[in-house]
């Protein structure tokens, strides 16, 4: 005679329908911890990137708009150039740089705001570089002086 039914599922080993589900739920629990942390971690990524590259662009914008002054003030006494449309920056065609001038009430000294703009995530991004200018004067005379050739 064989054993009764409940002898027969006692002996039965496996897991029961409740212990599965409750298993792919702390699996599915870690699953998408992990899925978020990646997710965020490309973000930061990406942001970080951003910046490294906005930064190494920087001093590049700030020499070309200061040249840029330079070559459009002849002498001291003209007046502030006006700020030009926004242009692409050499090194990276997917950035724009704007500039301004701003003289202060000394007259000796100037404030040179660069502006950086790219698209991320389709949305505009800019940041503001500034650089103090002692004088304004030509790039031959900055070159005289700073090859030792003297100058104002």
Same mark, same amino acid.
């Given at each position: 005679?064989?054993?009764? $039914? ?12 409740? /212990? ?9 629990? @870690?699953?998408? @911890? ?12 990406? /942001? ?11 001093? /590049? ?14 002498? $001291? ?21 704007? #500039? ?17 703009? #790219? ?28 090859? @030792? @050739?003297?100058?104002?």
């Amino acid at each position: 005679m064989s054993p009764p $039914r409940d002898a027969r599922r006692a002996t039965q080993r496996g897991f029961t329908l409740l /212990e599965v589900m409750a298993a792919i739920a702390v699996f599915l629990v @870690g699953v998408v @911890g992990v899925i978020g942390l990646l997710t965020s971690g490309t973000r930061l990524h990406q /942001e970080s990137q951003n910046l490294v590259v906005t930064s190494d662009v920087a001093e /590049e914008v700030l020499l070309l708009a200061q040249r840029d002054v330079a070559s459009r003030v002849k002498n $001291r006494s003209d007046p502030l150039p006006e700020p030009p449309p926004p242009a692409p920056v050499p090194s990276r065609p997917e950035l724009k740089y704007a #500039w301004r001038i701003t003289a202060a009430p000394d007259d000796g000294i100037f404030l040179l705001s660069v502006d950086v703009v #790219w698209l991320e995530n389709g949305q505009p991004r800019k940041t503001t570089f500034e650089r103090v200018l002692p004088r304004l004067t030509t790039a031959d005379v900055e070159a005289r002086r700073l090859l @030792g @050739g003297g100058g104002p």
